[in-house]
């Protein structure tokens, strides 16, 4: 019985194989035909709001970094089970930093489209887009993200726990102050403030309890949120402050 040659003898084989790399993927991997429903929801939605050109430009480019990545993701899971086809912790590693490049391309892709389609979903956004970094609501998910990116820096750094479960700071307990003290930042009555603080510290209190924190890795993590939040807020000040003055 002849062999199939091993590499494509012309162009229009090139082609073909890549199709069945798309369609075998796409087959065997639920997550990536979530990601195509999706990106034709998106792309059916952008023609019916018949938005600019620039704008179909960044979601194109966006669902198309998310299918790359979903399908480089495959690519590398079939190859590891190749090579080691019994349990290793490398083999582990190598699956979860690239469904963690999946991860990041879907949360990049989700941001794109909430720019891009936000102010023609919801009418009146358009201002708010447009200084998104001057209002306490922008400020506020600014300050999230980066509360977000320190803990992964910090629990990279102490390598203790699990992403979700343990580890030091406590992620939850960061993000919860941040909110809590941009609430208490917006101007909003004494009460929701203190209730918003309340709250949080309530979810801290339950990492707490549940035994996933120590009482040090819940209070880091609240400093942190705190801390974060407050040197936003006080760089957007210096900052209007500055254009104010000149």
Same mark, same amino acid.
């Given at each position: 019985?002849?062999?199939?040659?091993?590499?494509?003898?012309?162009?229009?084989?090139?082609?073909?194989?890549?199709?069945?790399?798309?369609?075998?993927?796409?087959?065997?991997?639920?997550?990536?035909?979530?990601?195509?429903?999706?990106?034709?929801?998106?792309?059916?939605?952008?023609?019916?709001?018949?938005?600019?050109?620039?704008?179909?430009?960044?979601?194109?480019?966006?669902?198309?970094?998310?299918?790359?990545?979903?399908?480089?993701?495959?690519?590398?899971?079939?190859?590891?089970?190749?090579?080691?086809?019994?349990?290793?912790?490398?083999?582990?590693?190598? !699956?979860? /930093?690239?469904? $963690? %490049? *999946? @991860?990041?391309?879907?949360?990049?892709? =989700?941001?794109?489209?909430?720019?891009? &389609?936000?102010?023609?979903?919801?009418?009146?956004?358009?201002?708010?887009?447009?200084?998104?970094?001057?209002?306490?609501?922008?400020?506020?998910?600014?300050?999230?993200?980066?509360?977000?990116?320190?803990?992964?820096?910090?629990?990279?750094?102490?390598?203790?726990?699990?992403?979700?479960?343990?580890?030091?700071?406590?992620?939850?307990?960061?993000?919860?102050?941040?909110?809590?003290?941009?609430?208490?930042?917006?101007?909003?009555?004494?009460?929701?403030?203190?209730?918003?603080?309340?709250?949080?510290?309530?979810?801290?209190?339950?990492?707490?309890?549940?035994?996933?924190?120590?009482? !040090?890795? /819940?209070?880091? $993590? %609240? *400093? @942190?949120?705190?801390?974060?939040?407050? =040197?936003?807020?006080?760089?957007?000040? &210096?900052?209007?402050?500055?254009?104010?003055?000149?």
């Amino acid at each position: 019985m002849k062999k199939p040659p091993i590499k494509p003898a012309n162009w229009l084989e090139s082609v073909n194989c890549a199709i069945e790399g798309v369609l075998w993927a796409t087959r065997s991997q639920r997550h990536l035909r979530w990601h195509f429903l999706a990106a034709m929801a998106v792309l059916v939605s952008a023609f019916l709001l018949r938005i600019h050109l620039f704008e179909l430009i960044l979601l194109t480019f966006a669902i198309t970094l998310v299918l790359f990545s979903e399908l480089v993701n495959t690519a590398l899971e079939a190859v590891v089970d190749l090579v080691s086809p019994d349990f290793h912790p490398l083999a582990k590693q190598a !699956k979860d /930093v690239a469904a $963690g %490049a *999946v @991860l990041v391309a879907s949360i990049g892709a =989700v941001v794109v489209g909430f720019f891009t &389609l936000g102010h023609h979903l919801f009418p009146g956004v358009d201002s708010v887009l447009g200084r998104l970094p001057e209002t306490p609501g922008g400020i506020a998910a600014l300050s999230v993200v980066l509360v977000v990116i320190v803990v992964v820096l910090a629990k990279a750094r102490f390598n203790k726990g699990t992403p979700l479960h343990g580890g030091l700071p406590s992620g939850h307990s960061a993000v919860a102050f941040s909110i809590a003290t941009s609430v208490a930042l917006a101007g909003v009555h004494p009460a929701i403030a203190v209730l918003g603080i309340m709250l949080a510290g309530m979810v801290s209190h339950s990492r707490l309890l549940l035994g996933i924190h120590t009482l !040090k890795e /819940v209070v880091l $993590g %609240a *400093v @942190l949120g705190v801390v974060v939040t407050l =040197v936003m807020n006080s760089l957007a000040w &210096l900052v209007g402050y500055f254009e104010a003055g000149i």
